[in-house]
T-cell receptor, first 113, second 113 residues
Framework: DVKVTQSSRYLVKRTGEKVFLECVQDMDHENMFWYRQDPGLGLRLIYF???????EKGDIPEGYSVSREKKERFSLILESASTNQTSMYLCASSFGGNGSPLHFGNGTRLTVT | QKEVEQNSGPLSVPEGAIASLNCTYS??????FFWYRQYSGKSPELIMS????GDKEDGRFTAQLNKASQYVSLLIRDSQPSDSATYLCAVRGLNTGFQKLVFGTGTRLLVSP
């Protein structure tokens, strides 16, 4: 089974802090993704990566950056956390190719106070 | 127009009935379609994928795709209370880039005993 592991289940940070969310997958997937999920807005793509050191902006990249130094690890960085970044963050991975589904991690519930 | 649209529900069905969940999409070039189930507080898990027009069955689940009408549906036969969850439709299309999935906001299903 594919395993996508997010480092924290719950996280509480203060406004202005730099926040790192880590994600590791064990299936040698080319693609990795960061989504956030908010009530009524669904899943929105923040960033994705299709190869090591490669990244593409998603629909809502403002206020976020990412890092992919190794194939299995994809990090989401909040440079200066704000209260409107309080959300559920979901990491996912997939093989390359049109037919590949996304496999999700357990999610990180981030609260910024 | 949203790229992927779902009725938010809740859709209420009695135990043992057939639940019918619907999804429409705007990108005519879409090629891959997925249904995910998400329990409250959990991450989405893949139920079914479908790529060709017609029906695809897996146990109690049947996915139906009609590309001409830009419509994909999920039928759940013999619905159980454990099926109560939010069901997300996801679409991968030419216009969104072949790596990304675009998600609907989900339909909440309630199965009453």
């Amino acid at each position: 089974d594919v395993k996508v592991t997010q480092s924290s289940r719950y996280l509480v940070k203060r406004t202005g802090e730099k926040v790192f969310l880590e994600c590791v997958q064990d299936m040698d997937h080319e693609n990795m993704f960061w989504y956030r999920q908010d009530p009524g807005l669904g899943l929105r793509l923040i960033y994705f990566s299709y190869d090591v050191k490669m990244k593409e902006k998603g629909d809502i990249p403002e206020g976020y950056s990412v890092s992919r130094e190794k194939k299995e690890r994809f990090s989401l960085i909040l440079e200066s956390a704000s209260t409107n970044q309080t959300s559920m963050y979901l990491c996912a991975s997939s093989f390359g190719g049109n037919g590949s589904p996304l496999h999700f991690g357990n999610g990180t519930r981030l609260t910024v106070t | 127009q949203k790229e992927v649209e779902q009725n938010s529900g809740p859709l209420s069905v009695p135990e043992g009935a057939i639940a019918s969940l619907n999804c429409t999409y705007s990108d005519r070039g879409s090629q891959s379609f997925f249904w995910y189930r998400q329990y409250s507080g959990k991450s989405p898990e893949l139920i079914m994928s479908i790529y060709s027009n017609g029906d695809k069955e897996d146990g109690r689940f049947t996915a139906q795709l009609n590309k001409a009408s830009q419509y994909v549906s999920l039928l759940i036969r013999d619905s159980q209370p454990s099926d109560s969850a939010t069901y997300l439709c996801a679409v991968r299309g030419l216009n969104t880039g072949f790596q990304k999935l675009v998600f609907g906001t989900g339909t909440r299903l309630l199965v009453s005993p």
